[in-house]
């Protein structure tokens, strides 16, 4: 993996971090589809779903249109660093009939903060393949976790698809943050600093 962190002018630290998910909240990820995993070299960490799917038409139920899934997640930091996320990159699979939409989006904020990033990445039929997003945030905007203090981050995806001028009696439109084999991976990359010596 690149190490993005080097962009904020520090490498990540030397120390293990450890992510622990907090709870995991959504109709996008029931109680044990969702996994994170860390890479040992501490720049970034990838969340695997395996039930992520949202569709409307033939099959769909009216709610299916919409799924979401909060991570609350607890970042434990070597001491004196603090971290934010540089990029985000999603992946999935979606089917979308002619006059059908969909959208990917991403909020990211840290517990206590009003501070909040969101994007929007937005998909158009007709549409029948992979597909990809990332979530780049300059240096500058990105949102530091507090020196010195445990916040738990928190990241909350959806995805949506609206039917538009398809006919959801005849068709069936979705998009997926998953696999049939559960493998396709949303990675997000972290950037480090260290915090002020007090």
């Known amino acids: 993996m690149s190490t993005p962190a080097s962009a904020a002018g520090f490498p990540a630290p030397p120390d293990k971090i450890v992510i622990e998910i907090a709870t995991v909240n959504g109709s996008g ?27 409307v038409g033939v ?9 979401n899934c909060q991570l609350n997640l607890i970042v434990h930091v070597p001491q ?43 998909h158009k039929g007709p549409f029948h393949d992979s597909w ?11 949102v530091w976790a507090p020196c010195g203090e445990r916040r738990n981050f928190n990241i909350n ?5 609206s039917a538009g001028t398809s006919d959801p009696k005849k068709t069936t439109s979705f998009l997926a943050m998953d ?20």
């Open 29 to 55: 990820c029931p109680a044990g589809t969702a996994a994170v995993a860390v890479s040992p070299d501490n720049t970034a960490f990838t969340v695997t779903y395996s039930q992520y799917l949202a569709q």
């Open 59 to 67: 099959g769909a139920k009216p709610t299916d249109f919409r799924k």
């Open 80 to 122: 004196g660093f603090t971290y934010a996320i540089a990029q985000a990159d999603y992946r999935g699979f979606g089917h979308l009939e002619e006059g059908a939409t969909g959208q990917q989006k991403a909020s990211y904020y840290f517990q206590g903060q009003s501070q909040t990033t969101t994007n929007v990445h937005p």
């Open 132 to 142: 990809q997003a990332t979530d780049t945030t300059d240096i500058a905007a990105q």
């Open 157 to 161: 995806t959806e995805l949506t698809v």
């Open 179 to 198: 696999s049939t084999d559960g493998a396709i991976n949303t990675v997000y990359r972290l950037s480090w600093k260290e915090c002020p010596r007090r």
